[in-house]
Structure formats: C-alpha cells, structure tokens
C-alpha cells in the first residue's frame, strides 16, 4: 500500500510540473472538459467506489484548495471527515475476544459429520459416546448443534436402509440380472441377458435374441442355476427390474432355490447399479468401437469380452483384482530393468491383456 501510494503521489507532481509549463488557455479548455465529464459521472454513479489509496489522495490535495473551492471534489468535507475517524477508530481499537465457550474447532466438527455419515442408524448421544471413547470430550448438546447445522437428522434414522448400504452389506448373497441391446450393421435389435454376481463382480452371459419373451428368459434361468450347481446356496437375494418379460415362472425358478427375488422401484436404475454399470462398461471398452453383423458375431463378441472382464480386468472394489480371482498376497515388487511383458491382444487388439514372462 505504501508503495502505491508514494507511485501515485509522484504521479500527481509530476502531473503538477507537466500543467505549470503548459499555457493559461489550454488548461482552462482542459478544466472545462474535466469539469463536465465530472457531471456526467455524478448523474450515472451515486456513489462512487474509492480504495484507500484514492482517499488518501484526495485527501491530501483537499490541503492545497481553500475550503469555498471544495466543492470541486466529488466527495463532502464530510466524508473527508468520516474517514478521518475511521482511521482514527480503527488505530485505537482493540480486538475482543467473544463471551462464551471457545469455538468448536475444525477437526471435531468434520469427525462428528463423518461419523454421522457413516452410521446414519446413530444418534447424537452414540457419536458423542464415540467422540470420548477417542479421547474428544464433547457435550452431547455440541453434537447435537453440530449436526443441525448441517442439516443432519441427529436422531436415528426410522426408515430401511438405502438401496446402495443395501447391496453392499448384502453384496456377498447377491445376483444382478438385466437386459443389453444391441443394434447390428443391419438395424436389428438384439437383445442380451447377462447374470452378476454382486460380491466377484463376476459376469454370466446367458443368451441373446431378437424376440426375447418370458419363456425364453425362464429358460435362461433354469440354465444359469445347472451351471451354477452347488454355488447357488451362497445366494440370498436377485435384484431384477420390472420388465414384463420376467414372467412368474422366473421368479419361482430362484424361489425354488431359496433365492428371494427383489424388484427395483419403477424408473429407478440405481437400484440396479451394478448391472448397469456394466453395461456402460461393456459399451464403452468393446460395443461401441466394432459393428456387429448378426446375433452369432454378438455371441462371440461378448464371450471373449466376458472372459477378459472375468479373468484378467482389475476391479477397484477388489483390490484391483479380476472377479475369478481368489484372495492372495500383493504381489512382489519386480525390477523393471529385467522384467519382460508380454502383450496379449483380445477381440483382435481392440483389448489388450498384459502378463510377465517368467
């Protein structure tokens, strides 16, 4: 600031040498200019915004005009006034500390929110027990203006629990059915019935046609579970949507295998997350880079790309592991300068699968 204003105070004198070497006349022309574009300032701007710097300015040329030619300036004397006692207030006050508790610090309010967040079933009484088991001594009432002011429920939530907390807990007994369509080189809807397991992420192609109905989609199904053989008592629950095509018949081929078939809310994907993130991902990496000719290419198309996904394409959700995978140590850190990779192009190099040579 100190900088600025000296730049500007030598600015103005030598602006002040400039005008004494100039004749009366022209700086009479030039005053008559500035006088009127100082009017018409005045009518379009009721008040204009000044920074400190300009204050201090006009401050100090006030000292050098006597008081009746004032009223040049766009500013009263006193407003010059006023900001002379802001200054002066401003020097001479002290700053004062708030009556009261201390503020609730930064760390406390953002542990209190996640622990909230995180287990929406918890009051303000159990996260402020949470709070002192980990050495933060917090009154409950705190917890509770914490949570209000975030527009937190602070009492436990009395509904189910979301479709997503659902899964996830339940993710382990869970399958995901749901429909692809495909339309070939020759405008010919095909459509597509894959099975997931929720918990592997892993994927079953049961069949594709053109004219799928619920006795085909039955059938699928009674096929799905002679491949699953004794692995289908490790499921609990099959998420499906609404869709006409699965028939009552369907549904009792899972009922007779101890299965308990959930439909998702109408106009509700979510509720489907996992199959449908899927086929954004099997569009996105395979689909919509080639043309399919006919429901054979399709087949094939999709049972090599379902291979890739199910024995080689790392998952977040499992530690970057593909869904047939098994748990098993990281594997060791290798020397880059001596390790040989090798390529393996699926879907003729449209996909690429990457190993090390031994």
Known sequence: MFLSFGYLILCQLLRLVAQGMRGERSKDVEILVLRHQV?????????PDLEPVDRAVLSALSQLLPRSRWSTFFVTPATLLRWHRELVARKWTYPKRRPGRPPI???IRALVLRLARENPTWGHRRVQGELFRLGYRVAPSTVWTIL???GVDPAPRRGGPTWTEFLTAQATGVLACDFLHVDTIGLTRIYVLFMMEVSTRRVHLLGA?????????????RNLLLDLGDRVAR??????????KYIAPFDEVFST?????LRTPPRAPRAN?????????????????MLIYNRRHLLATLGEYVAHYNEHRPHQARGQQPPNATDMPPRPVVDLTTARVRRRKILNGLINEYSQLS
């Open 148 to 150: 209000t002011a975030a």
């Open 273 to 289: 997350a996992y199959a449908e993130r899927w086929v954004r991902t099997v569009r996105r990496e395979c689909l919509d880079r």
């Open 235 to 244: 499921f609990r629950f099959l998420i499906r949507d609404r869709d006409s």
């Open 209 to 221: 046609t053109e004219h799928p109905t619920g006795e085909w989609v039955t059938q699928q199904a």
């Open 257 to 261: 295998a101890g299965i308990e078939v």
């Open 39 to 47: 009017a018409v300032l005045r009518r379009q701007v009721a008040r």
């Open 105 to 107: 610090g930064a760390e």
